[in-house]
């Protein structure tokens, strides 16, 4: 009985902590700072790019970054151990982004992150690759359907994280 209780606390602790150091990540995130900047880490996009940092122009960026004007900041550097050009963007006024935000496709920080993903595309390649959406015809309109209709509207702006 008292091991079973002990795994018990001790799982009820794990997950518990797991918690905290999630909320307080929310609340308060890391001061890392970029290389070469005096700016936080906080909200800061990365790609890595292939090719030199000379190539790319912060006057004149890939349309899908430059749609974004002065709310954009950028920063161009060397990656680590010579694997191309890091192209780094964050807004300047941040908002925080919400679950709500995120489902209904209204996410700033999402955009930002679609964006960057297509200049990476734009610089390597030349063009935006995009795949045709699936044809799936009509669905019934259950909660369940019209939850992965709006998870499929907002996929392209969520990338991996």
Excluded: Y
């Amino acid at each position: 009985m008292t091991t079973t209780l002990g795994n018990v606390a001790s799982l009820a602790a794990r997950a518990g902590g797991s918690v905290v150091r999630q909320v307080k990540a929310v609340v308060d995130p890391a001061p890392a700072r970029p290389a070469g900047t005096d700016h936080s880490a906080s909200g800061w996009l990365v790609v890595t790019v292939v090719g030199e940092p000379s190539q790319i122009d912060t006057d004149r960026l890939p349309v899908p970054l430059a749609e974004f004007g002065d709310q954009l900041e950028v920063l161009v550097r060397a990656a680590p151990g010579d694997k191309g050009t890091e192209l780094a963007a964050r807004l300047r006024d941040r908002p925080s982004g919400s679950t709500l935000a995120r489902l209904t496709g209204s996410d700033p920080q999402a955009d930002l992150r679609s964006a960057l993903r297509r200049a990476k595309q734009l610089i390597e390649v030349g063009e935006v690759l995009a795949v045709d959406p699936a044809p799936h015809g009509d669905r019934t309109p259950t909660p369940g359907g019209m939850l992965l209709e709006m998870w499929t509207r907002v996929a392209p702006k969520a990338g991996v994280r």
